[in-house]
């Protein structure tokens, strides 16, 4: 059975609508910076830089690089530009400089904070058209890459060589690794393979004047003064523009095996982890939480049988049965000692009863169906209209809590009906990266409207604020959290920042409107 909320039915008036609005008209207080309008004589400059199927001006062909994944942010950029090579890169940032023509970098723009599309008529320069390995050296598994290069392709290219990429996530087939880097972006295997703070070993950038700082090297070891490449790790767009990625990539593991576990509250969640972290080790290698309505909305997308449901209900092909469930994956390199490691743990929080119900994969199609149900969270999530993400960092008891108390939040408020007399949200679901840390919260809406974006924020972030919490774990601050940095970060923190913007960018042409 499908749950909505239960709050009052009667009349009250509809809310105000933001489908597809323009982020400037959402946001009026924002207003467009004192940046250059792009002219014929610009046009004409980027032409003697670039082929003509580099340069996008036809409105149409920009329709889908103006719109974020979440259709919640629209920009209205005239001009988009495709360099192939670093030096265009360069020579496109030197001029736009001169000119203060603000630009947006863009890669696969799958970001979810609304930091890879235009706000006002800023550029966008994709790096879509920069997508060649540049080479791969087979004894030290470092990769070195365009930025780009889809991150799904970087990864079949090592599995041909034995090695897989340290970072995986449901956008794979569509981001690219320089916007991985430029997010910071954690995933599925962070808890095996660390953040890409560890594993980049050097970057390619092109800053806003048009200077190329290269540190293409191969060392896993480097103290001669500051770590530069680690400033743009995680900085959106806002100092430089990544066009070349080298990474150090482990081996591939040659077993790997997923369970699919359900229990009964949030505390065995907790303890289920800790008993992984100790049984399982080293083959530990993803930790996931889902609650019961983050599979109700998959299972509407999905439409196959939930792992862990025999009943078919109402319409939906299987609708889930525990609040809450794990999906833990090891990974090794002798499936016989996985497996006896990974039966044995089955075993024990089974008879220690934290895990109720479980399946295991037996084969490889098996194991990538099972990931489906938490990596398909994201999609579903927004298949009503829209979404509003939370992407935090809270200390694992108290994790959960922010869920709870959204719901309650939410069903408290009487929130004004959408046109055909429904409620605006459909469910507050939460799921995530627990081993990390970092939970999920989604909050799926019919329509992005002004009264539900009021009732979440700034609740959600005072929430994570006093529970000592990070406002982003890993989706980054882009357009949606731009306000918000102080609830995680110092005013100190806050001005050294602003410090590093003004001296890499003193023009304010990359990307503007964001991050700070
Ligand atoms: P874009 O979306 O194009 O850009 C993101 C930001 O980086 C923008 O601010 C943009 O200006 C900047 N940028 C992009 N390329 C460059 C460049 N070359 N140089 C400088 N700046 C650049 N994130 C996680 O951390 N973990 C997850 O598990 C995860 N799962 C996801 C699942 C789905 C289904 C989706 C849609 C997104 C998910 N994300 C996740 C969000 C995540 O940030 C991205 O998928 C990815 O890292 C962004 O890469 P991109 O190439 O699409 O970058
Ligand atoms: C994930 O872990 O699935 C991603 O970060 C995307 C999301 O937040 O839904
Ligand atoms: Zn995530």
């Avoid at 008036?13 to 323009?22: A, D, I, N, V, Y």
């Avoid at 920009?75 to 001169?98: A, D, F, H, M």
């Avoid at 939930?306 to 049965?321: A, F, K, R």
């Avoid at 408290?412 to 995530?432: C, F, H, I, M, R």
């Amino acid at each position: 059975m499908l749950r909505l909320f239960t709050r009052s039915t009667r009349n009250i008036p509809l809310c105000q609508r933001f489908s597809s609005t323009l982020t400037a008209d959402k946001y009026p207080n924002i207003k467009r910076g004192d940046f250059g309008k792009i002219n014929d004589e610009d046009i004409n400059h980027f032409s003697k830089i670039l082929s003509p199927n580099q340069l996008i001006t036809d409105s149409n062909d920009i329709t889908g690089y103006n719109q974020d994944w979440m259709k919640k942010y629209i920009g209205q950029s005239k001009l988009v530009l495709k360099p192939k090579t670093t030096e265009q890169v360069s020579e496109i940032l030197k001029y736009c400089n001169q000119r203060k023509l603000a630009v947006v970098p863009q890669g696969g723009n799958t970001g979810l904070v609304g930091g890879s599309v235009p706000v006002f008529d800023e550029i966008v320069i994709s790096l879509a058209s920069m997508n060649n390995i540049r080479s791969f050296d087979q004894s030290s598994g470092i990769l070195k890459v365009d930025a780009g290069v889809i991150l799904e392709n970087a990864d079949n290219y090592l599995s041909e060589n034995g090695y897989i990429f340290p970072l995986d996530l449901g956008a794979k087939g569509s981001c690219f690794v320089g916007g991985n880097v430029a997010t910071n972006a954690g995933g599925l295997r962070l808890l095996r393979y660390g953040s890409l703070h560890g594993s980049v070993l050097g970057l390619e950038v092109v800053l806003a004047d048009g200077t190329i700082y290269n540190s293409m090297h191969s060392l896993r070891k480097d103290n001669t003064g500051y770590d530069l490449k680690q400033l743009f790790i995680g900085s959106e767009g806002s100092l430089g523009i990544i066009t070349g990625v080298s990474i150090l990539c482990p081996a591939r593991p040659k077993s790997v095996n997923v369970a699919f576990l359900g229990l009964e509250n949030y505390e065995q969640v907790t303890k289920c982890f800790q008993k992984a972290k100790s049984e399982l080790g080293e083959i530990l290698s993803a930790f996931e939480f889902m609650d019961k309505d983050s599979q109700l909305l998959a299972a509407q997308t999905l439409k196959t049988t939930h792992p862990l449901c025999q009943d078919d209900i109402e319409g939906i092909e299987s609708v889930p049965e525990y609040p809450f469930y794990v999906l833990l994956e090891t990974s090794g390199s002798n499936k016989e000692h996985d497996d006896i490691k990974l039966e044995k743990f089955l075993e024990d929080v089974m008879e220690s009863e934290i895990v109720v119900d479980g399946t295991v994969s037996q084969d490889e199609q098996q194991l990538k169906t099972l990931w489906t149900w938490r990596e398909g969270i994201a999609e579903a999530s927004q298949q009503f209209g829209g979404v509003y993400k939370y992407d935090v960092s809270l200390p694992l008891d108290s994790m959960y809590k922010l869920v709870e108390s959204v719901k309650e939040r939410l069903n408290e408020l009487e929130l004004s009906s959408t046109e055909d007399n429904k409620k605006p949200v459909y469910e507050a679901v939460g799921y995530g990266h627990i081993g990390d840390g970092n939970l999920h919260l989604n909050v799926a809406v019919r329509e992005y409207n002004k009264e539900v974006e009021k009732a979440l924020e700034p609740f959600v972030y005072e929430f994570i604020e006093s529970h000592k919490g990070s406002i982003s774990a890993e989706h980054g601050l882009g357009f949606q959290k731009k306000n918000y940095i102080k609830y995680s970060k110092s005013e100190t923190e806050i001005n050294m920042m602003k410090d590093l913007k003004k001296h890499y960018d003193p023009n304010g042409i990359l990307n503007p409107y964001k991050y700070i």
